[in-house]
C-alpha cells in the first residue's frame, strides 16, 4: 500500500486514512546504535515499550516509558532511546495519515498538521503493547490479508489513543508520572529549598523509594540534579546581567553567597569572579557546529551557539549551561529574522561562521560584529583555520600547544593502530541515505584518517570530494576491504531501509559482516570537520579497530 500525497478513490473516503509505513520491535541494548543519535522522525512514529526498562528523550527531554503506555513523536521532532537493561524491547511504528481533498472528495491529501485529530504525546490504555506486537508481528507477514490487519490495528491503536486521553478512568498514575513530575518541579524552581520529603511528596513516592528511582532513572541523584540546575540558572544570570553575585545566589535559592561561591568552584573548577573574567569577550557561533569545534581548543566557549539536541547534541550536553544563547541551527532564511534578531540581541565582539555563508547573510551578521569565515574543508585546512582563529584573539601559542598534544596523540594513535607485521587495517567509509549506498565525501575528514592516522585505503574507493558517488556491491566485496564504517542517516525512513537491508542474505554475506568488522558511525563526529570532531573520530577508530581496543561490532 503506497500512497502518494494524492491519490484517487472510486468511492468516498474516510475521515482519515492510515499507511503503516513500517512496524517493528526493536533490541535496544546499552550503547546501541539506536541510542548513538537523536532520530528525525521522518513519518509520525509511535512508540511503546513492550519489555524492560528504557528511557525516551524527545528534543533532550527524558522520560523514562512504561508498558501499555503509546508514545507519539511527530514528523519532524528528534528523539533517542536509551536502556541499561540488557532485555528492553521497543515496537516502532511509522504512520502516515491521509485527509479528504476540500474541494474533491475523490482526491485524498496528506494531513502534516496532526492537530486536528488533537493527538497526544502519550496516553496509557490497557493492552497497547499486546496490540503493538499484534501490529508488528502482521505487518512482517508476507500474506497480504496479515498486512492489512496491520493496517487496520494501527488505525485502532491510534482511535485508542485519541479516545484514552478523554477518558479518565482508562489513565492510572504510574511511579514515572510522579518522577517527571518532580523533575520539572525542580527545573521550574530552582530558588526554593527542597528537601527529599518535598520532592517524594510530589512525586506520590516513599523518600527512599523517590530517592532510589530517581537515580536509577535519571543517573545522578535528585540532590546533584538541583545543583546542576542552579548553576546552569547562575551561568545564565552571569553572563547576561548586571547582577550582583548575592543577588545571584539568592536567585538560585542559596541565601549565603559566599556558600554559592564553594559551590560553583566545586563544580565547575573555578570561581564566579573567575569565570565571568573569562567570558569577557564575547563571542557567537552562528548555524553550523564546526564552529564550535574550531572555538573550544582555543577554550575560547561562546555566548551564543547552534545547539540543538539531534545536531549538536554532544556540544548541548557538555557546554549548554555555558552558552547562555542557544540558536536555531542551520542558516537562516531571509524571509525569518528570527535569527538574527537574536544575534543582535548578544551584541557579540564577533561572529564566527562557516565559508558555506551566503553574501546576504554576511552583510547582515556584519551590521552586528567583525565577521569570522572559516577555511573551506580540504586537506589539513583545519590547522589553517585554527591559526587563523587563534592570531586573531592573541593565542597562537594555545594554538601551537593544541595542535602539538593533537599530533602526539594522533602519532600514538597511528601506532595503536599498527599491527605486528607493521599493516595498518583497511576501511572502506560509507553512507546511507533512505534505500541508497554513499560515498562519504568528506575531503578533510579522510584525508586525517587515511594520511595522518595511517587507516589503509581500499584500492577502489570512491573519491573522498563527492558525496553523490555511490557505493557498489562490487565494492563492499572487495577483497581489500576489512571493515566497513557506515553513516547511517538517522531519519525514519532511512532507518526502515537500513532494518531491511542489514536482515538481507545479500548483506550478511558480505566479508566485513560475517567477520563481525562492520562498525556504526553517528553524524556526530562524523558530519563534521573539525579540531574537536578529529579528536573524537580518532578515539573512536582507535575503539573499533585497534587489535589492543577491540570492540564488538554492531
Known amino acids: 500500500m503506497n500512497f502518494p500525497d494524492s491519490l484517487s478513490l472510486t468511492a468516498p473516503p474516510h475521515p482519515y486514512l492510515l499507511q503503516l509505513h513500517h512496524a517493528d520491535i526493536h533490541h535496544i541494548q546499552p550503547q546501541s546504535s539506536l541510542a548513538l543519535t537523536q532520530i528525525m522522525a521522518t513519518h509520525l512514529t509511535i512508540l511503546v ?331 589539513g585546512s583545519w590547522r589553517t583555520g585554527l591559526y587563523e582563529l587563534a592570531d586573531l584573539f592573541d593565542m597562537h601559542a594555545e594554538a601551537k600547544q593544541w595542535i602539538h598534544t593533537f599530533d602526539q596523540r594522533t602519532a600514538h594513535a597511528r601506532s595503536l593502530l599498527t599491527r605486528s607485521d607493521g599493516s595498518r587495517p583497511s576501511v572502506l567509509f560509507v553512507r546511507m541515505l533512505r534505500e541508497q549506498l554513499y560515498s562519504l565525501g568528506s575531503a578533510g575528514l579522510l584525508d586525517y584518517v587515511y594520511h595522518e592516522l595511517g587507516v589503509q585505503r581500499p584500492q577502489d574507493t570512491p573519491a573522498d570530494n563527492n558525496e553523490d558517488d555511490l557505493v557498489t556491491w562490487e565494492q563492499l566485496q572487495a577483497s581489500d576491504v576489512e571493515h566497513i564504517c557506515i553513516l547511517i542517516r538517522q531519519d525514519s525512513e532511512t532507518l526502515e531501509h537500513w532494518h531491511r537491508l542489514r536482515q538481507s542474505s545479500r548483506w550478511l554475506d558480505l566479508p566485513a559482516v560475517r567477520q563481525h568488522r562492520l562498525h556504526i558511525l553517528s553524524s556526530s563526529p562524523w558530519r563534521e570537520y573539525s579540531p574537536i570532531a578529529l579528536t573524537r573520530i580518532r578515539e573512536e577508530l582507535i575503539q573499533y579497530l585497534s587489535a589492543k581496543s577491540p570492540c564488538t561490532i554492531r
Open 49 to 379: 515499550l513492550i519489555e524492560g526498562e528504557c528511557v525516551l528523550k524527545r528534543e533532550n527531554h527524558p522520560y523514562p516509558m512504561r508498558q501499555d503506555t503509546v508514545y507519539i513523536c511527530h514528523a519532524g521532532s528528534t528523539f533517542a532511546l536509551s536502556s541499561e537493561h540488557l532485555h528492553t524491547h521497543i515496537a516502532m511504528l511509522h504512520i502516515e495519515l491521509y485527509f479528504p481533498h476540500p474541494d474533491d472528495s475523490k482526491q485524498l491529501l496528506l494531513a502534516r498538521d496532526m492537530q486536528s485529530l488533537s493527538l497526544p504525546e502519550e496516553a496509557t490504555f490497557l493492552y497497547a503493547s499486546a496490540k503493538c506486537q499484534q501490529i508488528c508481528s502482521a505487518f512482517r507477514s508476507t500474506h497480504a490479508l496479515h498486512r492489512w490487519r496491520a493496517q487496520i490495528d494501527a488505525t485502532e491503536l491510534l482511535f485508542e489513543m485519541v479516545t484514552a486521553v478523554h477518558a479518565n478512568s482508562v489513565y492510572h498514575p504510574q511511579p514515572e508520572d510522579g518522577l517527571v513530575r518532580a523533575r520539572n518541579y525542580i527545573a521550574e524552581h530552582p530558588e526554593q529549598t527542597l528537601t527529599l520529603e518535598q520532592l517524594s511528596q510530589i512525586a506520590g513516592l516513599s523518600a527512599k523509594h523517590f530517592s532510589d528511582v530517581f537515580k536509577k532513572t535519571y543517573g545522578q541523584s535528585a540532590h546533584d540534579y538541583i545543583t546542576e540546575i542552579r548553576l546552569t540558572k547562575a551561568k545564565q544570570l552571569m553572563l547576561r546581567s548586571g547582577y550582583k553575585l548575592k543577588d545571584i545566589a539568592h536567585e538560585v535559592g542559596y541565601r549565603d553567597e559566599f556558600y554559592f561561591s564553594r559551590v560553583f568552584k566545586k563544580e565547575t573548577g573555578v570561581s564566579p569572579s573567575q569565570y565571568i573574567n573569562k567570558r569577557k569577550q564575547k563571542v557567537a557561533a552562528y548555524a553550523c557546529v564546526s564552529t564550535l569545534g574550531y572555538l573550544l581548543p582555543l577554550d575560547i566557549v561562546p555566548y551564543a551557539a547552534p545547539l540543538h539536541p539531534k545536531w549538536s547534541g554532544y556540544y548541548l550536553e557538555r557546554y549548554g549551561a555555558d552558552i547562555p544563547y542557544h540558536l536555531e541551527y542551520g542558516h537562516a532564511d531571509p524571509h525569518d529574522h528570527a535569527v538574527m534578531r537574536r544575534i543582535e540581541e548578544v551584541n557579540p565582539d564577533w561572529i564566527l561562521c562557516s565559508h558555506a555563508i551566503q553574501p546576504w547573510e554576511y552583510h547582515r551578521l556584519s551590521q552586528y560584529a567583525k565577521v569570522i569565515t572559516l577555511p573551506e574543508e580540504q586537506q
